[in-house]
């Protein structure tokens, strides 16, 4: 039978999902959600080549990746295409604001710690040499079009999907103006939107309230929006 599903790219880019215990995924597939975190161009554990595939093109092939694994379990039979969701943490959260700009095929999307203008983001981060790489080894004012255009802020006018954004307050290598500058232009664009921000939280979570407050935040948006039963909660809360 075919059950609600997710989208979860991982954060970094640089980085991968592997075969590992992660407690958010769990709670979610017990409310009966499927859940797909693809390993997209850019991620590591596929050589080099494959690792600096996004060089300069960030939401393109990546975006590609994340959409056709996407189509692959809607045509397994996996994932209902009607009760279509997608989350995302650092490169996660940068990867579901630009979802939220590029389509309209999910139901509810929640970016968390995300980036949305590449350009501001730049002089916001603390790794901006890292930031830099991706970007043709030129820094915003030398590459502006290239900086903005690979920015969801700049299509944010595309966006009509429930979005629940996440932020910890005193995130040093995304900071959270990435976050209100999205937060705003929907609020003025009467999208559905909650904002979420977690007080003395920096870019991963160490407090353990704020990591349960925030998969149960999860398990309530998406049956919202995606129509899914709530197992793991308690009837009227």
């Not at 694994?69 to 490169?91: C, E, K, N, Q, V």
Request: glycine share 8%; with cysteine; proline share 6%.
């Amino acid at each position: 039978a075919k059950v609600p599903f997710l989208l979860n790219p991982h954060g970094g880019p640089t980085g991968a999902s592997i075969n590992n215990f992660n407690g958010t995924v769990q709670v979610l597939a017990a409310n009966g959600f499927a859940v797909l975190q693809p390993n997209f161009r850019g991620s590591t554990g596929k050589g080099l080549a494959f690792a600096q595939a996004n060089k300069n093109t960030w939401g393109k092939g990546d975006y590609e990746d994340c959409m056709t694994g996407t189509d692959a379990m809607i045509a397994s039979g996996i994932a209902d295409p009607d009760r279509l969701g997608a989350f995302g943490w650092s490169y996660g959260g940068y990867m579901t604001f630009w979802i939220l700009t590029q389509t309209d095929r999910f139901k509810a999307v929640s970016p968390g710690a995300g980036l949305t203008n590449i350009y501001s983001m730049y002089s916001q981060t603390d790794i901006h040499r890292y930031l830099n790489w991706f970007y043709t080894d030129k820094a915003p004012w030398e590459n502006q079009d290239l900086y903005w255009d690979r920015s969801p802020m700049k299509y944010v006018n595309n966006v009509k999907t429930p979005t629940m954004i996440m932020h910890g307050q005193v995130d040093t290598r995304v900071p959270i103006a990435q976050a209100q500058e999205f937060y705003q232009a929907l609020v003025e664009r009467k999208v559905p939107v909650e904002f979420v921000v977690y007080p003395r939280e920096n870019h991963g979570f160490t407090e353990p309230r704020h990591n349960l407050d925030r998969v149960r935040r999860y398990v309530r948006f998406f049956a919202q929006y995606v129509n899914a039963p709530v197992v793991t909660e308690p009837a009227g809360q």
